[in-house]
Nanobody, 129 residues
Framework: QVQLVESGGGSVQAGGSLRLSCAAS?????MGWFRQGPGKEREGVAS???????AYADFVKGRFTISKDNAKNTLYLQINSLKPEDTAMYYC??????????????????????????WGQGTQVTVSS
C-alpha cells in the first residue's frame, strides 16, 4: 500500500521559513507539492522528477525550492519569505513513471492535481502577519 507522510508544517511569522518533507513508502518517478487554503481549490506548488526536472507555479516567484532524495524516497519543499497568503494545508503526491511520464513536459504536467492518484494526509502551514 502506498504511503506518503508529510511533516515540517507549523505556525510561523511572515518572512519566516519552513522545510516540508514527504516520506514515501516506495520509489516514485514524479512527485509534487500542492496546497489548499481555506475555501480554495487545491493548487500545484512545485513538481519534480527523479531526473530532477522541476516545475513551479507562477506564484512561487523564487521563494520555494523543491528537491528529492531518490535514495531515501523523500521529497522536500523549502519555503522562504513566507506570507500570510501561503497559509494552507500542504500535500505531497506521487506517481510512478508508467503513469506520469510525458517526456520533456513531465514536470509541468506534475503541477496538475488531477494527474495524481497517490496523496499524503497533508501538513498545515499557518503564517501570521
Amino acid at each position: 500500500q502506498v504511503q506518503l507522510v508529510e511533516s515540517g508544517g507549523g505556525s510561523v511569522q511572515a518572512g519566516g521559513s519552513l522545510r516540508l518533507s514527504c516520506a514515501a513508502s516506495s520509489y516514485f518517478y514524479c512527485m509534487g507539492w500542492f496546497r489548499q487554503g481555506p475555501g480554495k481549490e487545491r493548487e500545484g506548488v512545485a513538481s519534480i522528477t527523479s531526473d530532477l526536472d522541476t516545475a513551479y507555479a507562477d506564484f512561487v516567484k523564487g521563494r520555494f525550492t523543491i528537491s528529492k532524495d531518490n535514495a531515501k524516497n523523500t521529497l522536500y519543499l523549502q519555503i522562504n519569505s513566507l506570507k500570510p497568503e501561503d497559509t494552507a494545508m500542504y500535500y505531497c503526491a506521487a506517481e510512478p513513471f508508467s503513469s506520469c511520464y510525458r517526456g520533456a513536459d513531465t514536470a509541468v504536467h506534475g503541477l496538475s492535481p488531477q494527474n495524481y492518484k497517490n496523496w499524503g494526509q497533508g501538513t498545515q502551514v499557518t503564517v501570521s502577519s
